[in-house]
């Protein structure tokens, strides 16, 4: 159909009223800018974390930790001359909800750094995109050694897992005198089979033993088929390098079938829930951890004392974890007198001897944290300081 100029000259006038009108519908620009000063101001701090899940007591001790650090920080007048700002996004305890937490941290919240995750499969999940993005990551908890190799925006603040698993390998036969282990790992978490790996070669190292070598998978509930073909091998002990919540259900399981010897961890074990969920089955076990709440260093007591008024609880190694990782997080900004990515990953990697609640912490060139364990045994609901190893 063709039409008149003068129509075609009112169709374009018409169109033109609409998109005035359009725009004097929009918001002035002062009233934008009122809006913009809504949102959060300060050097924003990203946490991505399990707050609920299978693992949720980590992230939720994690974050608390993250919080009373940043607190603490925020009361003495923040870093340079600003407030820190933690976003967190719980990425219900799977690694792909956790590559979604840390893509909208970086880049919708424009985050300067990454805390997380507590889980090694988790880290492993987001760590090739905070590299990608040249944002500082530091793990609070994650102990596989793969985690910081993925590049140099990686940091860790705990020790790794071949200093965990040869630790607690040494300790079962060095100080308890045991010879012949049964090892139970969880196959779909990386955490649990490099630990049980860096344990079994130090077991063969020192002359013992591996009679029996199961497996499962985070989420299972029934271990009984596993156990009774580890009892029919008459292992001195059972070394199970998973979480909490199938340890707890592992340890009823093994005591309903007659199994008595010890059974041997890591950090994976440290949750209130361990207790709630093995009850009397965990009694005699024993598992490596970041700190003891019985440290009599100031520095311990006074956070302990902190977090128990806060929260009614003795904090677990991920709360201490979290805050010591917050605050080499903030001593590094401080130091490098900037945000800049390069310069705060720099600043990071040249963290030493810094004076943590686990311990003092430098900074490898693997990024990895030099610090020191604890060996705990768990007896009548509550745990016990057994030796301190350093690294």
Sequence with gaps: MIYSRGVVLGILGCLLAVVFTITGC????????????????????GHFASMTGSTATFGQSTDRGIRMAMDEINSKGGILGQQIVLITEDNQGKPEEAVNAALKLINQDKVVALLGEVASSRSLAVAPIAQQSKIPMISPASTNPKVTEVGDYIFR????????????ATFAMKDLGLKKFAVFTDIKNDYSTGLAQFFKEKVKELGGEIVADESYSEG????????????????DAIFIPGYYTEFGLIARQARALGIKVPMLGGDGWDSDKTFEIGGEAINGCYYSNHYSSD?????????????KKLYGSTPDAMSVLGFDAMMILADSIKRAGT????????AIAATKDYNGITGKVSMDAQRNALKPLVVLKINNGKTEFVKLVNP
Excluded: W
Aim: positive net charge; glycine residues 6%.
């Design 26 to 45: 929009s918001k002035p620009a002062g009233e934008n800018a009122q809006q913009d000063k809504k949102a959060p101001q300060g050097i924003k701090i």
């Design 157 to 168: 603040a705990c020790f790794i897992d071949p200093f965990q698993g040869s630790a607690m």
């Design 220 to 235: 299972d509930v029934d271990f009984k088929a596993q156990l009774t073909s580890i009892k029919g091998k008459k292992p």
């Design 295 to 307: 440290d009599i260093r100031p520095e311990v007591q006074k956070f302990v004392s902190d977090y």
């Design 339 to 346: 945000t800049d990515n390069q310069k705060l990953r720099d």
